[in-house]
Structure formats: C-alpha cells, structure tokens
C-alpha cells in the first residue's frame, strides 16, 4: 500500500460527511480533487472503501476500519506537533471541548486563564446538553466532555476538578425562605420547575425526591438553567440550580436559597475523555491546569 496523509485525511473528511461534495467544501477543494484523490486511495488499498446506495454516501467495513486508524494517526500528529512546539518555546495546538450547559457560567474564566498562559493554544467551546456532549465525544468531534453526571461506562476516564455545590433556588419572597429547621420533606406541597429529561442537575433533584418520598407537582420543564431561573423570578414555582450559575442573582436578591438541612448537595464537574484518546500536550496542560489549588480564585465569585 502506498497512500498519503493528504489521501487520509480527505478520506477522513468524507467519512464524517458521508458527501464527496460537502468534504470539498469543507476542506475549501473542488469536488473533482477530492474525488481525484479518493480514487488514488482507493487504488493504493485496492479494496472498497464507499459505497453509495440510493444516492447516499457508505463505509464499507474495511473503509470503517481505515477511518478509525485515520483518527488514531491524526491523534499522534497532533501530539507531535504540539510537543514539538512546545520544545520551541511555546505550546501550541488545538483545544476542543464540549461541556453541559451550566458550565458556561465559569468555564469561559477558566480557558481565559489558560489562555493566557499559552496564547498560542486555539481553543473551541460548545456548550449543549448532556447528550449531546456524550455524543460529541463518543464520535470524536471534541478532545474533551465536561459534566457533572457522569456515565457508567468503562471506556470512558473521568477527572473530578471543580466542586459543584446544588441549592434549592426560591423567589426572594418565598413563605418558607424564614422557616427554621426546614428539610427536603417539608416541600411535598411545593410546586417545583424541572430541566429537561436527560440534564444532569434534573437526575439528582429526580434521586433527592424519591429518596425524600416526595411526588412533586411540576410547573414546568424547562431547556435552559437561565429559563428555570427566569421562571423562579416569576413566583412559579421553586427548582433544584447549581450556585456557580446563580452568584449574580443572589447578590441583587433576585433570587434566594432555602435553607435545607441537607443542603447544598455537593457534586463535582470532570473532565472526560475517551480511554483510547491520544491525548496531546495541550490536553495534558489542561487537565494539569484545572487541577491547580488555587482554581476558584479564576471565578467571578472569588
């Protein structure tokens, strides 16, 4: 066999669009380029690689395989090349990360940090439900997936680097904001606000519920932490919220906390990756980074 890193990674392009004509124009080529240079690879392996049924784009098993050994090349050349430059005197490469959606309220501080430091690291965020986080990382879009809960999956490394503490948010007006000794069994009759099905805030109010017994009368689910606590100001009802997400709204009093006896619940925010990931240098300095004693004082809070 006799291909280039060039016909790979044209392949690789076409694999993940499934579409000769959107890898051209993601890799700014003409169509007939990148069809030039899937038939010379295709002659190098002499083996099928697409097939195309129904005017739709295939993997056959062995373009499959070369896709996946593709990815793990690419891996190690970013490696490379980022340990390379950092022999040079300045760290340098990609960092992407796809993180639940309440980390948009300290992750942004973070990378600036990081940034800082190495200037010449390009970083990409998106923030997205949980879902599609885990799916961000399960198909290789991102290096990185940030959460709180995690999934039970072996092939799946996790790194806890941020404390997570989860109040009850109330209107500053609530009738129980006052109340002495309250617990979780003293809100049977309140009326709560839910985050989507899926959100990893809505798994543990659902475990604390039913660990309190409580059958709760649900206003409204909501897509968003900023919707719940819109909705929260609005006298609608009383919800489960991350404190990192609500620093503002607690020192104007737009927003309080009750205070449970069993409260805050404490959970973490990781880091995950995948246990096959090459990682590079960047990602190493990253995670090394978010493990610093002193990374609270990053936040707006602090």
Known sequence: MNYTLHQLKVFAEVAKCRSITKAAE???????AVSIQMKQLQESVDIPLIEIIGKKLYLTEAGERL???????????????????ELKGGLTGNLSISAAS???????????????????????????????????????????????QLPDDSTIISNPFLINPLVMACPPDYPLLNKKNLTLKDLKDETFIFREPGSGT?????????EAVIEPTI??????????????????????ISKLSMYSELDTGT????????????????????????????????????????????????
């Open 219 to 240: 206003a409204m689910e909501l897509g968003t932490n900023e919707a719940v606590k819109q909705a929260i100001m609005a006298g609608i009802g009383i919800s489960l």
């Open 255 to 302: 927003i309080d906390e009750l205070h449970l006896k069993e409260f805050p619940v404490t959970t973490h925010w990781h880091t995950l990756y995948r246990k096959s990931k090459v990682n590079t240098r960047v990602i190493k300095n990253f995670l090394d980074f978010l493990q610093q004693d002193n990374l609270t004082d990053i936040l707006p809070s602090n």
């Open 102 to 148: 309440t980390a948009k309220y300290f992750l942004p501080y973070l990378l600036g940090a990081f940034q800082k430091k190495y200037p010449k690291v390009k970083i990409t965020l998106k923030v997205t439900n949980r879902d599609e986080v885990l799916q961000h990382l399960y198909d290789n879009k991102f290096q990185l997936a940030i959460l709180t």
């Open 67 to 85: 896709y996946s050994m593709q990815q793990t090349i690419q891996e190690h050349e970013e490696a490379f090349q980022a340990y390379t430059s």
């Open 26 to 32: 993601s890799l700014h080529m003409t169509q007939p």
């Open 202 to 210: 809505r798994m543990v109010m659902e475990r604390l519920l039913k």
